[in-house]
T-cell receptor, first 112, second 115 residues
């Protein structure tokens, strides 16, 4: 699976949009971009994933550049409960089990 | 519905002892994963089950680690002759299938401390 690069930490003001970047310059055409987050003392939680089109769900939006070498996770109105470590992961799109390969993630601190 | 559950939530053991960690996946999920997370790091893959069989155990660090899933539901991670370096949070995840399009749901983890 391709390697990802994320900033170590970011701050965001409560109520503002949080934009979390991820570089995956070696991504292959058959790899999805996944985002998970981990709130303190909990297991990781799935947020969203996409292949090449932008995606939106009730939690977030995922913007993938046209060349697919980077993406941005957007939390439109961050709350204090969004404080967590956010992991960007790329996975091969095969119909076979494969693990999630976590990097260090971005520690997002939402401040009042 | 019920999520992934793991027991115990915390386990303290002495170096050299044997421990078992249990995972109850979401009902109907055929795929089950074990991960290990050391302090300040992201989770690391240990083993993946599809049904009753271990489809990928490439992440197990050595032969002291073993996992089973005899009936294709509950799984047990077993660690023999524990070492202080085994101290970590052990996470279990399950998914409806094994492919990349399936979301993995994680349990809260078991915090193992080896003294």
């Amino acid at each position: 699976d391709a390697k990802t690069t994320q900033p170590t930490s970011m701050d965001c003001a409560e109520g503002r949009a949080a934009n979390l970047p991820c570089n995956h310059s070696t991504i292959s055409g058959n790899e999805y971009v996944y985002w998970y987050r981990q709130i303190h003392s909990q297991g990781p939680q799935y947020i969203i994933h996409g292949l090449k089109n932008n995606e939106t769900n009730e939690m977030a939006s995922l913007i993938i550049t046209e060349d697919r070498k980077s993406s941005t996770l957007i939390l439109p109105h961050a709350t204090l409960r969004d404080t967590a470590v956010y992991y960007c992961i790329v996975r091969v799109a095969e119909n076979a089990g494969n693990m999630l390969t976590f990097g260090g993630g971005t520690r997002l601190m939402v401040k009042p | 519905g019920a999520g992934v559950s793991q027991t115990p939530s915390n386990k303290v053991t002495e170096k050299g002892k044997y421990v078992e960690l249990r995972c109850d996946p979401i009902s109907g999920h055929t795929a089950l994963y074990w991960y290990r997370q050391s302090l300040g790091q992201g989770p690391e893959f240990l083993i993946y089950f599809q049904g009753t069989g271990a489809a990928d155990d490439s992440g197990l660090p050595n032969d002291r680690f073993f996992a089973v899933r005899p009936e294709g539901s509950v799984s047990t991670l077993k660690i023999q002759r524990t070492e202080r370096g085994d101290s970590a949070v052990y996470l279990c995840a399950s998914s409806l299938g094994g492919g990349s399009s399936y979301e993995q749901y994680f349990g809260p983890g078991t915090r193992l401390t080896v003294t």
